[in-house]
């Protein structure tokens, strides 16, 4: 069994314990709040949300962003075993994991994406979970790169069938003709600018509004007692 789908902490390298108060924050939210989207992740997800493109679109929506920076899948798996699903019941949740797992191979890291699919379909079995292909990385083409693309070749594969599990694709228009990212929509060539942030969620972002509305007719739909 990899280690991508095995729960674990993240080292406390640093020596600080800002993870873990991070997840007991997220936790204590839970029992705070009532969303209506879960965003869950890694860096592209937790920089998103100090984005403008974050306050005029999804912050209407009722959203909680529980991600952290260097999260690999084992850390999230371990985030949503440990209370980071308890007491919510939202309509749709946006995963994005796998980029931070640098030293396991493609396989690897998308039996890890598929492990949290399936420990979120446990815990919220009605739930929406809509998956965006992994971003490219790195100003030039490289390794990391090509490999985020073959998760994402084998995630396409692997999550025909599921109910409820879509796949968006979300990296068109990020490599330019060159096969460079630019700075203005890649800050650092792997999270994203306000720019790139509408460029990529803008998909997930029609999708969200979607599956938010087609709730509500549902719900209009239910005969009153």
């Known amino acids: 069994m990899s280690g991508t789908t095995l ?34 992740g890694d860096c592209v997800l937790e920089s998103l949300q100090f984005t403008d493109y974050w ?19 084992q ?22 994991a796998g980029t931070n797992n640098i030293g396991d191979t493609a396989d690897e890291v998308t039996e890890g994406i598929l492990e949290l699919v399936r420990t979120i379909r446990q815990k919220l079995p009605d739930v929406y979970i809509i998956l965006p292909t992994l971003l490219p990385r790195g100003q030039q083409p490289n390794e990391l790169r090509d490999k985020n693309d073959q998760v994402n070749r084998l995630l396409r594969e692997r999550c025909v069938g599921l109910d409820k ?11 330019q003709s060159d096969g460079t990212i630019s ?7 792997l999270n994203l600018t306000n720019v790139g942030c509408k460029k990529v969620f803008e998909p997930v972002c029609d999708l969200l ?15 009153s007692e």
């Open 7 to 40: 729960p674990a902490i993240c080292k406390d390298l640093d020596g600080d314990d800002r993870w873990l108060s991070i997840h007991k924050r997220f936790v204590a939210e839970c029992k705070e709040k009532d969303p209506d989207v879960m965003f869950v």
């Open 55 to 73: 306050n005029q679109h999804f912050v209407p929506m009722h959203c909680l962003n529980f991600s952290i920076r260097t999260d690999r899948t």
């Open 75 to 96: 850390n999230i798996l371990w985030r949503l075993q440990n209370g980071e699903l308890d007491n919510v019941r939202p309509k749709a949740i946006v995963l994005h």
């Open 165 to 175: 599990v879509q796949i968006v694709t979300v990296d068109s228009g990020l490599i």
């Open 183 to 189: 700075h203005h929509d890649m800050f650092d060539y």
């Open 209 to 223: 509004h979607q599956i938010l509305t087609e709730n509500e007719r549902e719900r209009d739909l239910t005969p």
